[in-house]
C-alpha cells in the first residue's frame, strides 16, 4: 500500500531530575551539597534512508516518545544523557507542525537528520544552588519536559521526471514500456490511484527517474478528485512530460486538455510553470491521430517540444527519452518555497518552538484564576514542590515574570484559587 500522508505525535524526552544530597565521606565534617544534576532527555531525530518509498510504517506507530535523561545521584554524579530517538524516513519526507503549519523539515538525502521533538535539560543538583549565604541549599531542580509536538508528514516524489495528463491517456503504458515498473493497465478512468516510479535508461547509457502520476481533472488544483494528493508529487520533478491523447476518443479535443491541465498546475503552484514541459502525443496508431496532431501543433501557441509516439509499436519511444535525459540534465533542480540554497547545497529547515515570557490569566464562573503560559508551565514542571525552599523560589520567580501583580490587576484577593496546569494553589498577599 502507498501512503503519502500521515498524522503522528512526537516527544521529546524529558530531563532527567537533579537531587539534594551531601557529603557523608569520615573525617569530613560539615560536608557540603553533593547533588549530581540530571541528564539530557532525547530528541526524536527523522533520518532519511533511501530504500524507503512510502510512510506505511506510520500508519501501526504514530506515536513517537523518546527516553528521559537519568536522575542525578550523590556525590555530584550526574546523570547521563538519553541516546537520541532515530525515526527512518523515506527520501522526499516534509514535516510540518500541525498547529502552526510551518515546515519543520524537508529531508531529501540519504543520510540527512532534523530534530524534531528537542529534549529537556537535565534538573540541575542542590550543589548548584550554593552560594556563600547558603552553603547548603536543600533545593534541586526537576528535568525541564521534552518538547511535545502534533506534525503532519507529506511525501514528495523524488522523480526527474513526473507524467501529467488527463485519466486514461497512456501515462502508465508509457511508463511499462520504457521502465520495468508494472503499474496497474486497464481501460478504464483513475486505473493509476497511487503513483508509480520507474528507472528509465536511454541506449547512450544514461538514466532517470520517471513518476507515473495519478490522472488529474478539472478543479484538481482545488482539491476535486485526487486532486492535491497528485500534485505535491509533480513540485520535485524537473522536466514535465505532458502526455496528451490525441485519438480524441470519447470526444475529448486535445488542445482544450492541454490547456485544462496547465491551469490546474499554474492555479496550485504559479512555480510549476517555470518547469520544463515535454508534449507527448500518444496513441498515434489510431486511425484520427494524425488529424488531431496537425490542429493540435496549429493551435498551440507555446514553444514546447512535441513527441509523436505508440506505446503500442514503440514508434517515437527512443527519441522522446533522449530529449526528455537531455532536458534533465540542463535544468537545476527546483527549490521548493521553505527551501534556501546555500553554496549549492540545500540546507536542512527546521524550527523549535521559543519559550514566550508571556503568559495569560483568565478567570472561571467560581471566581479562580487560571494562569498559563509555555514559560510559566515549564517551571511548574522542574520545581520540586516537596521540599519549602523550592517552592519559595518557585514563588519568588513567578513575582519576577509579573504574575503576582497581573493577578492583583484582575481581582485577585487574599486566599482565592490560582490554578497552574491541573493544579491548585492559594494567593496570598
Known amino acids: 500500500m502507498f501512503i503519502d500522508q500521515t498524522k503522528v505525535f512526537v516527544k521529546g524526552g524529558d530531563g532527567g531530575n537533579g537531587i539534594v544530597a551531601y557529603r557523608r565521606e569520615k573525617y569530613v565534617p560539615m560536608g557540603g551539597p553533593a547533588g549530581g544534576d540530571g541528564g539530557h532527555g532525547a530528541n526524536v531525530v527523522f533520518e532519511v534512508e533511501e530504500g524507503l518509498r512510502t510512510l506505511m510504517d506510520f500508519r501501526y506507530q504514530r506515536h513517537f516518545k523518546a527516553p528521559r535523561g537519568e536522575h542525578g545521584m550523590s556525590k555530584n554524579m550526574h546523570g547521563k544523557n538519553a541516546s537520541d530517538m532515530i525515526v527512518k524516513v523515506p527520501p522526499g519526507t516534509v514535516v510540518m507542525d500541525e498547529d502552526t503549519k510551518e515546515v519543520i523539515a524537508d529531508l531529501v538525502e540519504h543520510g540527512q537528520r532534523a530534530i524534531i521533538a528537542k529534549g529537556g535539560r537535565g534538573g540541575r543538583g542542590n550543589s548548584r544552588f550554593a552560594t556563600s549565604a547558603n552553603p547548603a541549599p536543600e533545593i534541586a531542580e526537576n528535568g525541564e519536559p521534552g518538547q511535545e509536538r502534533n506534525i503532519v508528514l507529506e511525501l514528495k516524489l523524488l522523480a526527474d521526471a513526473g507524467l501529467v495528463g488527463f485519466p486514461s491517456v497512456g501515462k502508465s503504458t508509457l511508463l511499462s514500456v520504457v521502465s520495468a515498473a508494472r503499474p496497474k493497465i486497464a481501460e478504464y478512468h483513475f486505473t493509476t ?237
Open 193 to 429: 490511484i497511487v503513483p508509480n516510479l520507474g528507472m528509465v535508461e536511454t541506449e547512450d547509457g544514461r538514466s532517470f527517474v520517471m513518476a507515473d502520476l495519478p490522472g488529474l481533472i478539472e478543479g484538481a488544483s482545488e482539491g476535486v478528485g485526487l486532486g492535491h494528493q497528485f500534485l505535491r508529487h509533480i513540485e520535485r520533478t524537473r522536466v514535465i512530460v505532458h502526455v496528451i491523447d490525441m485519438s480524441g476518443l470519447e470526444g475529448r479535443d486535445p488542445y482544450e486538455d492541454y490547456l485544462t491541465i496547465n491551469k490546474e498546475l499554474q492555479e496550485y503552484n504559479l512555480r510549476l510553470t517555470e518547469r520544463p514541459q515535454v508534449i507527448v502525443a500518444s496513441k498515434m496508431d489510431m486511425p484520427d491521430s494524425e488529424e488531431n496532431l496537425q490542429n493540435f501543433k496549429e493551435q498551440l501557441t507555446d514553444d514546447y517540444p512535441i513527441f509523436p509516439i505508440s506505446a503500442v509499436t514503440r514508434e517515437g519511444i527512443r527519441e522522446l527519452l533522449y530529449a526528455v535525459v537531455d532536458k534533465i540534465e540542463e535544468t537545476p533542480e527546483f527549490l521548493l518555497e521553505h527551501e534556501e540554497e546555500e553554496t549549492g547545497v540545500h540546507r536542512v529547515m527546521y524550527k523549535h518552538e521559543s519559550a514566550q515570557d508571556e503568559f495569560e490569566i483568565t478567570r472561571d464562573s467560581d471566581g479562580s484564576f487560571n494562569v498559563s503560559g509555555f514559560k510559566i508551565e515549564r517551571l511548574f514542571k522542574m520545581t520540586d514542590f516537596t521540599r519549602d525552599e523550592s517552592i519559595r523560589r518557585f514563588a519568588r520567580q513567578l513575582r519576577t515574570f509579573g504574575v503576582d501583580e497581573a493577578l492583583r490587576k484582575r481581582g485577585a484577593t487574599n486566599g482565592v484559587t490560582v490554578r497552574i496546569l491541573e493544579y491548585e494553589f492559594e494567593f496570598v498577599e
